[in-house]
């Protein structure tokens, strides 16, 4: 573009600012630059992707396509020295978040990636998450004993089911909902299936906290400045729980399976006879400040400086 004719006849290339993004665009060092970005940044995009989407369950994927990331980063770049303080920035920011014992557990447990590369179980980390997660779902020490050293143990060796052939093949498409190969080759090992079943079928989106916020912005308004931020927060916890936003957690399951976990079987009655209504707004008004706010009255939020005082 800044090469043209039609560049050159314009008012913009005659001005300081177009002066300077010429200096900046046209010189190769800068086409460099940003070939670089994208070889970087083209397989993390990937990730934020599948990250971001709520349709499919994507719980399974996002560790093991993390490392596929580093990976692609570093056949890219090539020289240690260019690829070691991207992977570090990744390993920093991912700390915590991205290795928890959900998404390594997820990524065990992910066929996909364990039949072609059953040196996973090997991992240190993997494995103290995963005995994490099966503590954290199964009460009962006995039945921790029999899920890890039984049938995770059939699992891992491929014993029996999974040791077939085509338990290989069900797993070699990445668009397949793998909480169904388990239902086709876990019944060897109920437990552990049905962890498994409950982990694959999770999506990972971020699009429930960005619901969230706009509940925020309803219930704390201008006028409803006061409300103290224990009651603010059960506020928002019963209108966004209200909804069916998180429906997507339970829908691998069948229909009983889904009954018993939206609603107890101890609540159901009670709950059915409550009668539904639209929340008003007199409902998100503090008691003490309930006799304060008049309609026509706007309080003015505390300027950033007076906080800073605080």
Same mark, same amino acid.
């Given at each position: 573009m800044m090469t043209s004719n039609e560049w050159d006849n314009t008012k913009w290339s005659k001005s300081k600012k177009g002066k300077e993004a010429f200096d900046i665009v046209v010189p190769n060092d800068f086409w460099i630059l940003i070939n670089l970005c @994208?070889? $970087?940044? #083209?397989?993390? $995009?990937? $990730? @934020?992707?599948? $990250?971001?989407?709520?349709?499919?369950?994507?719980?399974?994927?996002? %560790? *093991?396509? @993390?490392l596929k990331a580093k990976d692609d980063i570093i056949k890219t770049l090539k020289r240690e020295s260019d690829y070691m303080p991207i992977l570090n920035i990744i390993d920093l920011k991912g700390k915590d978040r991205i290795d928890s014992p959900l998404h390594t557990t997820a990524y065990l447990l992910n066929p996909f990636y364990f039949f072609k590369n059953p040196k996973i179980k090997d991992n240190q980390l993997i494995t103290n998450n995963v005995i994490l +997660?099966?503590?954290?779902?199964?009460?009962?020490?006995q039945m921790q004993h029999h899920v890890i050293n039984v049938e995770l143990q059939r699992y891992t060796q491929k014993e029996g089911a999974y040791g077939r052939k085509l338990a290989a093949c069900g797993c070699e498409n990445t668009i397949r909902v793998f909480s +169904?190969?388990?239902?086709? !080759? *876990?019944?060897? #090992?109920?437990?552990l299936k049905l962890m498994a079943k409950r982990i694959l079928g999770l999506t990972t989106s971020s699009s429930s906290c960005e619901r969230n916020w706009s509940v925020f912005e309803g219930v704390h308004t201008k006028k409803?400045?006061?409300?103290?931020? #224990?009651?603010?927060? !059960?506020?928002? %916890?019963?209108?966004? !729980?209200?909804?069916?936003?998180?429906?997507?957690?339970?829908? +691998?399951?069948d229909d009983e399976e889904k009954a018993d976990n939206i609603l107890p079987s101890k609540r159901g009655n009670r709950n059915s006879q409550v009668e539904k209504r639209e929340p008003d707004k007199d409902d998100f008004v503090s008691d003490d400040t309930e006799n304060d706010l008049n309609e026509e009255d706007e309080i003015e939020l505390e300027s950033d400086k007076e906080l800073d005082k605080i």
């Open positions: @994208l070889r $970087v940044f #083209t397989p993390l $995009v990937k $990730v @934020l992707r599948l $990250v971001d989407g709520e349709e499919k369950p994507s719980m399974g994927f996002v %560790y *093991g396509e @993390l +997660c099966v503590e954290k779902f199964f009460s009962d020490a +169904c190969w388990w239902d086709f !080759n *876990g019944n060897e #090992t109920p437990n409803r400045n006061r409300l103290d931020a #224990t009651r603010m927060k !059960n506020l928002v %916890y019963v209108q966004f !729980n209200a909804s069916n936003a998180q429906s997507w957690i339970v829908d +691998c399951c």
